[in-house]
């Protein structure tokens, strides 16, 4: 257990809830400090994320917090999606989500939104591992996996919500995988009780492009299965240690033409070839050493087959994963 002590949100309404009309803004009697009093961990769509370490006393250890501040330069709608984000975030409490902290400002009236802090994304530890040619070993992808499974289950089944942007960039880590939680629900979208559908028809699902599914690309029918495809491109990431689809851009090397962003964010399409766009929303080659039917990965590479498939009917829904992979959890005796 961590020596650190946090304390736990309370719940309050949310523009995703029925109820309705209960601003994010309520909560917080304290300001974040300016942005060069805390440590930058990275950067998103028209945002930034820093650690803050609040201040402690003998008597009192208080756990840093992850805080997400909307850019100076940010185009318009940024900081009403975060206050969106803040008020999804109050009404979840997961083991496998962030956990919401507060919603705040800067002294210089800049909004913020704090959460606990994870130590390390795992989009960071694909890139690092990428680099090695290191593996990650059979126990970590199926933490990962079973993770985001839970957490998917306890958001489109208890919460009828869609997370919407599911890729190792909203995936966060702590200490040797101890723990695993789903992040950044600033696209999140309510889904009809049965989801069958979205609930709001004017709603839009942004998603990132190399993660996207058919219905999601060709303007079809949304429903909880677009978080499915995008999972199991997650998966994917973890055993290809890449970007779907990345290797068909045209100078998919260089810095910023490897879709990481949300859609909404302005792109040109300029080293889009016709290639990648073919295979978007398709089931990505795997790498050759994962083709032996006796690799010790079998079940999550079955699992990355069954949940990108290009019919989203065909995909399992996230309480059947959870069901898949609760044997495999239980014979390894991994625990998350």
């Not at 979208?189 to 492009?209: M, V």
């Not at 079809?220 to 677009?226: S, Y």
């Not at 999550?300 to 959870?322: G, H, M």
């Amino acid at each position: 257990m961590s020596e650190f002590s946090t304390p736990v949100s309370q719940r309050s309404g949310s523009r995703l809830s029925d109820e309705g009309g209960i601003s994010p803004y309520n909560a917080s009697p304290f300001m974040i400090p300016p942005s060069p009093f805390m440590t930058r961990l990275g950067c998103g769509t028209g945002v930034s994320v820093y650690r803050f370490n609040r201040e402690t006393n003998e008597s009192d250890l208080r756990s840093p917090w992850a805080v997400k501040k909307v850019n100076k330069k940010a185009r318009s709608g940024i900081s009403e999606r975060l206050a969106l984000e803040a008020s999804i975030l109050k009404q979840l409490q997961h083991p496998n989500i962030v956990g919401f902290r507060a919603i705040s400002g800067t002294v210089n009236g800049e909004l913020c939104l704090a959460m606990e802090d994870c130590q390390k994304g795992l989009e960071d530890i694909i890139e690092e591992k990428a680099f090695l040619e290191e593996d990650f070993t059979n126990e970590e992808v199926l933490k990962v996996s079973w993770a985001i499974a839970n957490a998917l289950n306890y958001l489109h089944n208890e919460k009828k919500i869609l997370h919407g942007d599911i890729k190792s960039g909203n995936v966060l880590i702590r200490g040797n995988f101890e723990a695993v939680k789903l992040c950044d629900f600033g696209v999140a979208i309510r889904l009809k009780d049965d989801l069958s559908g979205l609930k709001n028809p004017g709603d839009r699902y942004i998603g990132t492009e190399p993660w996207k599914c058919k219905e999601a690309l060709k303007g079809g029918v949304i429903t909880d299965k677009a978080d499915i495809f995008a999972y199991g491109l997650l998966i994917w990431e973890m055993l290809a240690l890449n970007v779907p689809h990345v290797d068909l851009l045209a100078d998919s090397d260089s810095e910023g033409n490897t879709g990481m962003t949300s859609d909404d964010e302005e792109d040109d399409g300029a080293c889009d070839t016709e290639e990648y766009l073919a295979a978007l929303g398709t089931r990505p080659p795997l790498p050759a050493k994962f083709d032996a039917a006796d690799s010790v990965m079998s079940p999550v590479i079955q699992l990355f087959c069954c949940c990108t498939s290009e019919d989203p009917k065909e995909r399992p829904s996230a309480k059947d994963i959870v069901a898949a992979l609760q044997p495999e959890i239980i014979a390894k005796n991994i625990q998350i």
